[in-house]
């Protein structure tokens, strides 16, 4: 006797359309130039460079700066990376020759203090970042004036205008010498 097996049918059952009016949306209100209008976030094309006569530390700047503090922050821990696990640090033989030692003594030294200030400017750059989220970036923080677009695209992690900045430096150097 031969086997049989039961197929089951699909049924798809049809979903009545209703004629009922779709509701209106209501009209926007027409914004006035003063009234901000959230577009989600701005974009910028990858050769966009921060211009005077734009308003300072508008939408476009902030984006500008913050991708540039982010790709620099990343550079830096990528060659931190590499000197710590592909570099000499990982030379480990020692050498009979009293001079190749303390040459390699003197190669290692130099490479932590330049990982060390690394660190450090990660630091700066994770401030500069988080004073771009609180809308502090790109103005002093003795004065509360603006730093400048020049000196922000030199040194995007920069806290004081320059002649705060000076003052600063004189003053560590009178602290300095007490």
């Known amino acids: 006797m031969p086997k049989t097996s039961k197929v089951k049918k699909k049924v798809s059952k049809v979903k009545s359309v209703s004629k009922a009016k779709p509701k209106r949306l209501p009209k926007p209100k027409s914004l006035s ?4 209008v959230n577009k989600g976030p701005i974009k910028i094309s990858k050769n966009y460079i921060p211009k005077e006569t734009e308003k300072y530390m508008c939408e476009k700047h902030k984006v500008f700066f913050r991708m540039k503090l982010q790709e620099w922050k990343k550079e830096l821990i990528k060659s931190n990376n590499e000197a710590l696990y592909n570099g000499s640090m990982d030379d480990n033989s020692i050498s009979a020759d009293i001079v190749d030692q303390a040459s390699s003594y003197t190669d290692k030294n130099v490479e932590m203090k330049a990982i060390n200030r690394q660190i450090k ?3 700066e750059i994770d401030k500069a970042l988080a004073r771009i989220r609180e809308d502090t970036y790109g103005f002093c923080l003795d004065t509360a004036e603006p ?8 040194r995007p992690v920069a806290k004081y205008t320059i002649a705060a900045q000076e003052k600063h430096e004189k003053d560590e150097k009178v602290h300095a010498d007490d």
Do not use: C, N, P, V
């Not at 730093?147 to 030199?154: D, F, Q, S, W």
């Open 147 to 154: 730093i400048g677009l020049k000196r922000l695209m030199a």
């Open 33 to 36: 130039k003063t009234q901000d």
């Open 121 to 123: 400017l990660i630091s």
